[in-house]
């Protein structure tokens, strides 16, 4: 079953506007990822940050992790319309295992 | 450069029948494989993975196995489908290194049992 949480679980935005989804873990982790998946297709990863980071960028994309708060964000900032897709954070735990969360999906309006 | 495949993309099967879903894995040795299944508008559930020919781990019990016949070869399988076995397969791969590194997701199977 799924351990990770994400929410909202889906959001509205107009495109130049940022795009923020929140994933909150209950267990310790080795890392967190972010993986996006266009409907109907398989999932492709993002971004990776590591227990002991805090923030890390590419491109557009910004992810925090609060190892305190088993929390993290992904931020995309002048989201565009080709950005709408589902957005889900993975937690890969001691036993190098990935566990998803169920998701955020983003509709980016032109 | 690696690539996965995974076919066939997509699957109508009657109640009944059997299942089998073939993922291979191209420019890695060793990987790790693993099936996942994802319901609809949900996330995904894992359901077996494998560090190494003939190594299976399942993580929920159901109505499917699995099978890693060669290293780069990873096959889904079921004797007889239920209609609760509908859903989106997803096959992918990851190496176990440091850096440590995201997985990489075939394209997916969406199976319909009718």
């Known amino acids: 079953s799924q351990q990770g949480e994400e929410d909202p679980q889906a959001l509205s935005i107009q495109e130049g506007e940022n795009a923020t989804m929140n994933c909150s873990y209950k267990?310790?982790?080795?890392?967190l990822q972010w993986y996006r998946q266009n409907s109907g297709r398989g999932l492709v990863h993002l971004i990776l940050?590591?227990?002991?980071?805090r923030e890390k960028h590419s491109g557009r994309l910004r992810v925090t992790l609060d190892t305190s708060k088993k929390s993290s964000s992904l931020l995309i900032t002048a989201s565009r319309a080709a950005d709408t897709a589902s957005y889900f954070c993975a937690y890969e735990n001691a036993g190098n295992m990935l566990t998803f969360g169920g998701g955020t999906r983003l509709m980016v309006k032109p | 450069s690696q690539t996965i495949h995974q076919w066939p993309a997509t699957l109508v099967q009657p109640v009944g029948s059997p299942l089998s879903l073939e993922c291979t894995v191209e420019g890695t040795s060793n990987p790790n494989l693993y099936w996942y299944r994802q319901a609809a508008g949900r996330g995904l559930q894992l359901l077996f993975y494998?560090?190494?020919?003939?190594?299976i781990s399942s993580e929920v019990p159901q109505n499917l196995s699995a099978s890693r016949p060669q290293d780069r070869q990873f096959i889904l399988s079921s004797k007889k489908l239920l209609l609760s076995d509908s859903g989106f397969y997803l096959c992918?791969?990851?190496?176990?290194?440091?850096?440590?590194?995201?997985?990489?997701f075939g394209s997916g199977t969406r199976l319909t049992v009718v």
């Open positions: 992918a791969w990851s190496f176990l290194g440091r850096p440590p590194g995201g997985y990489t």
């Open positions: 267990t310790s982790i080795n890392n």
């Open positions: 494998s560090v190494g020919i003939g190594q």
């Open positions: 940050i590591r227990s002991n980071e």
